[in-house]
């Protein structure tokens, strides 16, 4: 069943049935203050934490409520209906409503009894406060009375847990105020110097451009006793009761009666806000112009468009590019701006970016801003420890020079934490790499960052000690060792079993170092690496290839984890597709392995991340085990994995098999069976349930995912085969040999590429001819200096 479709025009998915099998969501705003709303006007709004900052409730796991609700009532009949579907939920014969979720702006636009509404909901660039912009229009032959309620659920105290938990106390420290046009809410409000901690804070909610005929400040009086966010009992009277919160539940509610002659259009502007008296007023009397919206709107657009435009492409199959132009790209800048803090799973209590996912993450945009991509590179070298591991967590007021560590009690008390895993800091080695291939910018590696606890060093010394770190902690047969987790959450093979995950990742970071090396002329470490890539490679080799697999660990106990004739969990994806992403896999050894891959772990949705499940069999520190069999690590589609996989049939230029991986998890492409699926047919997920679950098919954890950025990767490098280096770009269009003909407009170091990719044999990789501006090159390599400021190359397949 399809509730949507594409607008690839307007980047804009567009929901034409409000009733979709789980909320779907977009993001608003910017990491200062950040907004999340479904297709219902569910969602919560937050200042830079979705922890420590919440300004309005949302109930997790529950019925998508409450939001930023709109309510419109005919004065006459007293009907009343809201301007998202829910909450109030009319019959969808009578009432016809889209939702267009857009680049940091939503609007839903409903149609009920000849009254057309239209909620845009955005935060405006750079500021502190959202619009939720309303414009009716009275589509009828006759006159008609409308009252138009605004409503919001304030939180009666920034940190959500409190809020939720803490009644005693926090029930008893807020109140409202009605000014003229808003209401203001005080939060400790005698506490003009803090009192253990706390200080006072103010928020308003707002109606301009329409005057105010009623306003209520408390929830129950809004809602009126046994009742729900569907018929308040003040929505149902047509009037707002004027009470004001003294303790218990605040909200913002405000109610403006207006008239419409038949034809006639109304606007006006809910705004909402952490800002003191004299801010909400002056805010507000922008707002008293009505064209600001569309112009605030217009602005989002220049600004993420702009952005996306970096990478445009043209191939046949539109899910892809629906995915590849503006979804998948837009999600990764979320998880890029968010990482794993705040969506309608995560309630916003990590404090903090987690290294391995932030700075994997990183890799998702680096090809559209490579300059935004490196602030937070920076960012996160900065988190790593001087002995070369990485922090687990970086915090947001992260303090280079200063932190405390996984060692210390009070970072594992304060983020949760106990120990080092195996692999963050290697992460920084590929995510390093694009960025410097992407720009050319080589100079990063000479750049002076301090680290986390004590002492600076450059860049490629950051890289040398992550490389010390891995040879610091080795485990039996001289492996690295497994520690806390490698890339799996659920795998603790400890301080002597090994993860060959990691093991593939360091001879990787070996591979990269190497190039770095060579690059700066340090030809010690180039030696030093390349003996070191020799050894490693060689007790790989001994020790994690089995029969026709490379294993997944081995633990401390030397029990090989991931052999053919283990009972359970005998096959693993990740040491397969990474034996080829890090180069150490042949091509001939490389594509068998991903044949056994293909007939063992692939299914309808994507292959799985191993089988068969954990049931029986599992050794100690598979945590896996916790879960259902097919869902999560224990055999579930981990899309996060699907990327790498594309990644890998890509570099063994098998692109049949590599673009029939990416649609088996493609959103887009799940489109019609969204009630299979149930999450957004334009976001990744974390993963999605497959063969032993009654369920397959079934997505979980929207939005913030590790998926995005490996997708995207393996969209770009893999598939489209955009493989740039320090010194050019390599073309590799690794695609189903039905793709006859396609086109991708680039930027790559400020210059213009237009590429038109001729396919006509029906090949599935590799180059015949390629030329720039004319000139034929000698292989399928650009130099980067032979590019001009705006460039036609031709490939032939
Ligand atoms: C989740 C975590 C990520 C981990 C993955 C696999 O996505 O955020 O850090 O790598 O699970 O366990």
């Known amino acids: 069943m399809q509730y949507g479709h594409f607008d690839a025009q307007a980047r804009e998915y567009i929901i034409t049935r409000p009733d979709t099998p789980a909320p779907w969501a977009n993001y608003l705003g910017s990491p200062t203050y950040g907004a999340i709303i479904s297709n219902n006007a569910g969602g919560y709004s937050f200042v830079k934490s979705g922890a420590a900052g919440r300004l309005i409730r949302y109930r997790f796991n529950e019925q998508d409520r409450p939001g930023r609700y709109i309510y419109l009532r005919d004065d006459e009949s007293g009907d009343y209906w809201s301007a998202s579907w829910q909450p109030v939920g009319k019959d969808l014969d009578e009432y016809r409503s889209t ?52 409503f919001v659920e304030f939180t009666c105290e920034s940190f959500y847990e409190q809020d939720q938990v803490n009644l005693q106390y926090t029930q008893f420290i807020t109140r409202t105020y009605f000014k003229d046009q808003f209401i203001l809410q005080t939060i400790n409000e005698n506490c003009l110097n803090a009192v253990n901690e706390s200080r006072v804070e103010t928020r308003f909610f707002a109606l301009a451009g329409a005057p105010v005929t009623s306003y209520c400040g408390d929830r129950a009086a809004f809602l009126g006793g046994y009742r729900d966010y569907g018929n308040p009992v003040s929505v149902e009277k047509g009037r707002l009761d004027g009470t004001l919160n003294y303790n218990l539940n605040p909200c913002g509610a405000l109610h403006t009666a207006l008239t419409f002659k038949p034809g006639e259009s109304v606007s006006m502007a809910f705004l909402l806000g952490p800002k003191r008296e004299a801010d909400a007023k002056a805010l507000i009397a922008h707002y008293e112009d009505s064209g600001l919206p569309n112009r605030e709107i217009s602005d989002l657009k220049t600004y ?67 300059e935004m991509a490196l602030e937070k590179l920076k960012f996160m ?84 000690k992550a490389i010390d770190f891995s040879l610091n902690h080795l485990g039996i047969h001289g492996l690295p060792a497994g520690l806390h987790a490698d890339w799996n959450d659920c795998l603790r093979l400890g301080t002597n079993g090994v993860s060959v995950f990691v093991a593939f990742q360091l001879y990787y970071a070996f591979e990269i170092m190497i190039r770095c090396a060579q690059h700066k002329g340090d030809a010690a470490t180039e030696t030093r690496m390349i003996e070191l890539k020799k050894k490693f490679g060689a007790i790989i080799e001994e020790r994690c290839w089995n029969t026709d697999r490379f294993v997944r660990g081995i633990t401390e ?133 497959s063969v032993d679950s009654p369920f397959e098919g079934r997505s979980h954890v929207h939005w913030l995912t590790g998926t995005a950025s490996t997708v995207m990767v393996g969209c770009v490098e893999g598939i489209l085969g955009l493989r740039p280096d320090i010194n050019g770009l390599r073309l590799s269009p690794t695609v189903p040999s039905s793709w006859k003909n396609f086109t991708m407009e680039k930027t790559f170091r400020g210059k213009k590429m237009r590429i038109q990719v001729q396919n006509s044999q029906g090949r599935e990789s590799g180059c015949r001819k390629l030329t720039v501006n004319g000139v034929e090159m000698a292989d399928s390599y650009i130099p980067a200096t032979v590019l001009k400021a705006d460039n036609e190359v031709i490939l032939e397949m």
């Open 99 to 150: 939702c267009r979720h857009g680049t940091g702006y939503t609007i839903m636009e409903a149609e009920y009894t000849g009254l057309r509404s239209e909620a845009s909901y955005y935060v405006p660039m750079n500021m502190v406060h959202e619009v939720w912009r309303l414009k009716l229009t009275n589509t009828g032959e006759a006159a008609r009375k409308i009252s138009v309620f605004g």
């Open 304 to 370: 993420w468009h702009g952005k996306l435009a970096n990478l445009k492409v043209e191939t046949p199959d539109e899910n892809f590019n629906h995915m590849v132009n503006t979804w998948n790209a837009y999600q990764c800048f979320i998880t890029f701006n968010w990482s794993r803090a705040a969506s309608l799973v995560y309630c916003g209590q990590r404090n903090g970016y987690g290294y391995r996912d932030t700075v994997q993450d990183i890799q998702g945009i680096i090809h559209l801003d490579p």
């Open 381 to 464: 070298i900065s988190g790593q420890v001087s002995h070369g591991g990485a922090l687990p967590l970086v915090k947001y007021d992260h303090n280079p020079g200063h932190e405390d560590k996984p060692e210390d009690a009070s970072y594992r008390t304060g983020t949760g934490h106990p120990s080092y895993r195996a692999d963050d800091a290697l992460w920084l080695f590929p995510t390093v790499w694009k960025y410097i291939s992407e720009t050319g910018n080589t100079a990063l590696l000479d750049e002076e960052i301090p680290y986390a606890d004590t002492g600076v060093d450059t860049v490629y010394q950051h890289l040398n």
């Open 557 to 689: 106990h030397d029990q090989v984890v991931g052999k053919p004739d283990d009972p359970e969990a005998s096959l693993w994806l990740n040491p397969q597709s990474w034996s080829i992403i890090s180069g150490f896999a042949s091509q001939d050894r490389g594509k068998a392995i991903m044949d056994l891959v293909y007939q063992q772990l692939n299914t309808k949705y994507g292959a799985r991340l191993m089988a068969p499940a954990y049931r029986r069999h599992a050794f100690d520190g598979a945590l896996a085990l916790l879960f259902n069999p097919s869902t999560k690590e224990n055999g579930g589609i981990f899309l996060q994995t699907q990327g790498w996989l594309i990644l890998a049939e890509a570099l063994l230029g098998r692109g049949g098999r590599a673009f029939e991986y990416y649609l088996e998890s493609c959103p887009a492409a799940q489109n019609p069976i969204a009630q299979t699926r149930l999450l957004e047919p334009y976001v990744y997920s974390q993963f999605t349930e």
